[in-house]
């Protein structure tokens, strides 16, 4: 077995990353795609098989290949089902490992996206030598991945851990995916920043902003983030707002399982103190006194794409 690979697939809500990885958890190969382009799994499977089947072949053929793991939200480690997942075309159960298995004949392992990158974190990146952990994926929407003595916490049914669709606004914000109302994922992803904007925006139409430069088509994540740190007030305002929504909601976290630490992962850690700096006041002034100053707050320190890759193929080893 010592010279095969395995390959790592990471299903996100805007982007899907895959790479050829060897034991040694070294990334060989990657590219990506994007994972909503096809309306149809059947699409999305033969467009991803274009770029990796040349992939496979360059290292040996399907024989060479111990396995395929994929992270992927709504992921059934039992069944290899992805189910009923809010931030994909692909409504109902989809029979992924099958799929993936008569399209390339090697075996398919799956988790949830945010597990695949909680394994690759605590096998390859700042969790290594943790036993307790939480990691938070803050993307496209918010997943999470819980590492408990050691082990991913799955659950009797595979879903365990979905601490994005945690309630933290009673009545809240409307998730149209899900149809719940104030749910985590809905204040702390990339989209609920962008929500979060337009509502301070709204709120406060006498207020100056480089935020009123753009259109609501053009106005993301980034372009706070850029206006943030240019100074602009209502800009400062929506991250010390979705800090304070998310540090409540690591507080309550962190009572359940007494974590030594929680790892923030994905595109909105690029904001840096940011979004770091009110999360961890929030989650301090919401902690019993028990567990104030015993919980750190890290950023993954591994590439983005690369944390799922590796965590993803670490399950067919």
């Known amino acids: 077995m010592k010279d095969k690979f395995a390959i790592g697939i990471d299903v996100g809500g805007t982007n899907t990353k895959f790479g050829i990885v060897n034991r ?3 990334i060989l190969l990657q590219d990506r795609i994007k994972t909503n382009d096809k309306d149809s799994v059947h699409g999305f499977i033969s467009e991803l ?6 992939m ?3 290292y040996g053929g ?6 395929i793991g994929m ?3 709504n992921a059934n480690y039992y069944k290899g089902t992805i ?3 809010a931030n994909l075309k692909w409504k109902g159960v989809i029979p992924m490992a099958e799929l993936l298995e008569k399209e390339f004949s090697i075996p398919v392992k799956m988790t949830n996206d945010a597990n695949a990158a909680a394994v690759g974190e605590h096998k390859y990146g700042i969790a290594k030598n943790m036993n307790d952990f939480i990691m938070i994926t803050l993307g496209t929407g918010v997943g999470s991945g819980i590492i408990i003595d050691g082990k991913i916490v799955i659950g009797h049914n595979g879903f365990a851990g979905e601490l994005g669709h945690v309630i933290v606004r009673h009545d809240g914000r409307l998730h149209k995916g899900t149809g719940l109302r104030g749910a985590l994922e809905s204040y702390a992803s990339a989209t609920g920043l962008r929500d979060t904007a337009i509502e301070i925006l709204q709120n406060n139409p006498d207020t100056p902003s480089l935020l009123r430069g753009f259109t609501i088509d053009a106005l993301t994540s980034e372009t706070v983030f850029n ?3 240019q100074g602009d007030p209502l800009a400062n305002q929506v991250f010390e707002f979705t800090g304070e929504i998310l540090g409540e909601a690591l507080a309550t976290f962190v009572l359940f399982s007494a974590p030594e630490a929680i790892v923030l992962f994905g595109g909105l850690t690029k904001a840096g103190d940011l979004i770091m700096k009110p ?3 929030a989650m301090e002034a919401n902690l019993l006194q028990v567990f104030k100053n015993q919980v750190k707050i890290l950023f993954s320190d591994l590439n983005e794409a690369d944390a799922a890759i590796l965590g993803a193929s670490a399950l067919v080893w």
């Open 279 to 281: 999360t961890r006041q």
């Open 24 to 26: 040694k958890g070294e």
């Open 56 to 58: 496979i072949d360059e």
């Open 83 to 85: 189910e009923y997942a």
């Open 62 to 67: 399907a024989g060479a290949f111990v396995g």
């Open 71 to 73: 992270g992927a939200p």
């Open 227 to 229: 206006c943030a740190k």
């Open 49 to 54: 098989a274009g770029k990796l089947k040349p």
